[in-house]
């Protein structure tokens, strides 16, 4: 018990310097989000971004018409009544 409650705040120490490390150090000119922000910001990246949401629409249109699909199936098609012979009486 007491040793899952040091390893969980160790984890969470471990994760306040990650992320104040990230948003605060320097790598060069820029802090590692600034690269992140200035890299995600490029032409190529918001065309990829664009694609990418086209394509997750276009995905999440045709699952939601293949599970209405799904819960409605069509009306079940009524078998045809077989074709009687008509006899004609003799003349």
Known sequence: MVGEFFKRLTNGVV????ALTFFLVPI?????AQHLVAIVS??????AAS???????RIATEART???????PPPSQREPKPATAKVRPPP
């Open 28 to 32: 060069g000119r820029k802090t590692a």
């Open 42 to 47: 490029t032409p190529p990246a918001r065309e």
């Open 51 to 57: 694609a990418f949401a086209h394509i997750a629409r």
């Open 15 to 18: 994760f306040l310097l990650a």
């Open 66 to 72: 293949e599970l209405d699909k799904l819960r409605r």
